[in-house]
C-alpha cells in the first residue's frame, strides 16, 4: 500500500545505497597491497566485520571516541588473526582506509533507478552516522550527490542515530516535519526504531533476513520501494 502524504524521504548511506561490505573489501586488499601487509584480505574481513560492528555500536552509543573506533577494530582484528601489527602500521593502515575508501563506488542494485524514480515526486535525504570526512566523497565519487537536497551526519548533528536529535536535525535542515516524512535503512536499531520514535514512517532494508516486527515495511531491492512510493 502507498504512503501518503509523503513530500521528503531520508536514506541511510552505508548498507542501504552505498555498498559498504563490497568497497571495504577492496580498498583492505588496497592498503595491504600499498604497505605490504602479507595477510589474507578474506581471512582478515572474517573477523573484521563482526569486530567492525561491534565498535561501531559502541561509538553509537557513545562509549568510544572516532579515533578509537578506526584504532580498535583493525588492532583487535590483528590480534583475532595472531598478525603481530605494531601501533604505527595499525595507524598508518588506519588513514589509509578512510583515504582510498571512497576510491571505490560499488552501489546497491537498482540505486540509480529508484532514485531517478523517487526524485521527480520528493526531496531525497541522507541521514548518516558516517564521517563526515568520507560520506561526502562517496556520495560524489559514485555520482548520487546530486539527489539530495540535504546531507545529515552525525558529527555536524551532534549525535548519532538513533538519537532522535539527529532525526529532528535532518528535518529542520530539510524544511519538513515527522509526519511528512520516511526514513529508508538497514538497521533496525538506528535507521528504524530511531525513526518510529520521532514520528517518521519506516521502510526496512533487508538484506541480511533479520527477524523484525511483521508491522514494519520491508524490502530487498531497492526498486521495491515502488510498492510504497
Known sequence: MKLKGITDVFFDLDHTLWDFDKNSALTFEKIFKINNVDVSADDFLTHYVPINLKYWRLYREDKIEKSALRYG????TFKAIEFEANDDLVYKLSDDYITHLSTFNHLFENTFEILDYLNLNYNL??????????????????KIDHYFKTITNSE???VKKPNPLIFDFALDLANTNASKSVMIGDSYEADILGAINIGMDVVFFDVNNETVDNSIRQIDNLI?????L
Open 73 to 76: 577494530r583493525l588492532n583487535e
Open 224 to 228: 521495491q520501494l515502488k510498492k510504497y
Open 156 to 158: 555536524i548533528a551532534g
Open 125 to 142: 535525504h541522507i541521514i548518516t552516522n558516517g564521517f563526515d570526512e568520507v560520506q561526502y566523497k562517496k556520495m560524489s565519487h559514485s
